[in-house]
C-alpha cells in the first residue's frame, strides 16, 4: 500500500519450529465468555468481562490487522482476549497462497501476544492436502477456535470439515475447541471439550 515501507512485516520476525517458517504461537487456555466480532465498534469499545474478539468475517474487514498492525491494537487491547485471524483458504488456491495464508495468521498471533494480548489460535484448512501445513504454529494442548460458518453448503464441505476436525483433533490434541456456529452432524466430537457460540445470525 502507498506509504507502507514493509508490506511483509519483515519488522517483526518471530521463532520457528516448522520448515515453513510460520510463527510458533504460546499455548492457550483462554475460554471468553462471549465474542465480539472485530468489526463490531461499539462492543469492543465498551467490553463486557471475559469477552474476546473474533475474525470469523469476510477478509476485507480485518485485513488491516496485517497491512496496518499497529492501527488495531488499542481496540484489542481494550477487550484483552482475540481469536487469531481467518484468512481465507480456498481448494482452488495455489498452495503457496494457503501457506501464505496461514502465515499470516500465525504472525498476527504472534504480534498481537508481543502487545500484551491473549491470543487463541484460529484453526482453518481448504483440503486434505492442507493438514501439511495449516497446523502449524499451534502449540500441542492449546485452546483453538474454528468457524463452521459455510460448511454446511453440501455434502463434500460436511466432510471436508468433519475431515480437517478429525486431523486437528489428533495432531494438536487441543484441551479445548471454541466453535463459531453449528457443527455438521457428520462431525464426531466429545460434548466436553467443544464451546459452543451463536453467530451474528442468530
Not at 512485516?9 to 504461537?25: F, V
Not at 499455548?27 to 469477552?51: C, F, I, K, Q, V
Request: hydrophobic content about 40%.
Amino acid at each position: 500500500m502507498p506509504g507502507n515501507f514493509d508490506v511483509l512485516n519483515t519488522r517483526a520476525l518471530y521463532e520457528s519450529s516448522n520448515q515453513w517458517g510460520i510463527p510458533d504461537l504460546p499455548r492457550s487456555n483462554w475460554e471468553p465468555e462471549r465474542l465480539l466480532a472485530y468489526n463490531d465498534r461499539h462492543g469492543t469499545a465498551n467490553p463486557a468481562p471475559n469477552s474476546g474478539v473474533h475474525f470469523f468475517l469476510d477478509d476485507y474487514r480485518f485485513e488491516t490487522l496485517w497491512t496496518k498492525p499497529t492501527r488495531p491494537l488499542t481496540r484489542l487491547q481494550r477487550v484483552g482476549i482475540a481469536m487469531t485471524p481467518d484468512f481465507s483458504m480456498w481448494a482452488n488456491m495455489p498452495r503457496v497462497m494457503q501457506i501464505w495464508q496461514v502465515y499470516r495468521a500465525r504472525w498476527c498471533g504472534a504480534w498481537m501476544v508481543q502487545h500484551g494480548i491473549k491470543i487463541i489460535p484460529t484453526v482453518g484448512w481448504a483440503d486434505q492436502a492442507s493438514f501439511e501445513f495449516c497446523f502449524e504454529g499451534i502449540a500441542p494442548g492449546s485452546t483453538v477456535a474454528i468457524s463452521a460458518v459455510g460448511v454446511h453448503r453440501n455434502k463434500d464441505a460436511h466432510l471436508n470439515f468433519a475431515l480437517g476436525v478429525s486431523e486437528m483433533m489428533e495432531r494438536v490434541q487441543p484441551d479445548k475447541v471454541l466453535v463459531y456456529g453449528k457443527l455438521p452432524a457428520i462431525v464426531d466430537y466429545d460434548e466436553q471439550l467443544f464451546r459452543f457460540y451463536p453467530t451474528r445470525w442468530r
